[in-house]
Structures are given as structure tokens and as C-alpha cells.
């Protein structure tokens, strides 16, 4: 079973960068699409950013040429580069595959605030 770590999330001011970066466990992670899905309060967790073990990436339109989603697979991690920061990108942020499988981790907060 694959466990996954997220961190990386903070409060920052809209215009900002962070970067997020999650650690999975298990053995055949360079198998799997990855991908950073997020959750804002009172939303559905969306798909923000998925990447293939070959490394083609996906963006869902709002992040589109602002966030850029990275993985390691010999080291079993996925990163997630965010810059220009919107208060709408306020959310937890987690990792999984996709479509997601995996049991879910904790999560990383995001908030975008000045």
C-alpha cells in the first residue's frame, strides 16, 4: 500500500510562489500517473495537476502557465511549483494518483491571502 506525505503549504501574499512536495512510499511508484488535486473549503477536491511516468503534463485551466508539477521517480517524489498565488488557490492541497487510488495523506494547507 502506497502512503503519501504532502508538505510544503504556508500563507502567502496573492502574486507569490510555494512549492509543494509529496513523498510516497512503495516500490512501483514510477508506474503511476501523479498528480496535486486540491480541496477548498465547502468544494469538491478538484485535479489540478497530473504528470505520466513519461513526463506529460496536465493542468486543469485555472493553474494553466502558473503551476508546474515535477517527480522524481527514482526518489518516489512529486513536487508541485505554484507562482502567482490567487486568493482562489486558497486549498489543501494533496497528492495521488490518477484517478486516485491511494489511501489519502494529511494534506498540505495553501492560503493566499495578504
Request: with cysteine.
Amino acid at each position: 500500500q502506497v502512503q503519501l506525505v504532502e508538505s510544503g503549504g504556508g500563507l502567502v501574499q496573492p502574486g507569490g510562489s510555494l512549492r509543494l512536495s509529496c513523498a510516497a512510499s512503495g516500490s512501483i511508484f514510477s508506474i503511476y500517473v501523479m498528480g496535486w488535486y486540491r480541496q477548498a473549503p465547502g468544494k469538491q477536491r478538484e485535479l489540478v495537476a497530473r504528470m505520466t511516468s513519461n513526463g506529460n503534463r496536465h493542468y486543469t485551466g485555472s493553474v494553466n502557465g502558473r503551476f508546474t508539477i515535477f517527480r522524481d521517480n527514482a526518489k518516489n517524489t512529486v513536487d508541485l511549483q505554484m507562482n502567482n498565488l490567487k486568493p482562489e488557490d486558497t486549498a489543501v492541497y494533496y497528492c495521488n494518483e490518477v484517478p486516485a487510488t491511494f489511501s489519502w495523506g494529511q494534506g498540505t494547507q495553501v492560503t493566499v491571502s495578504s
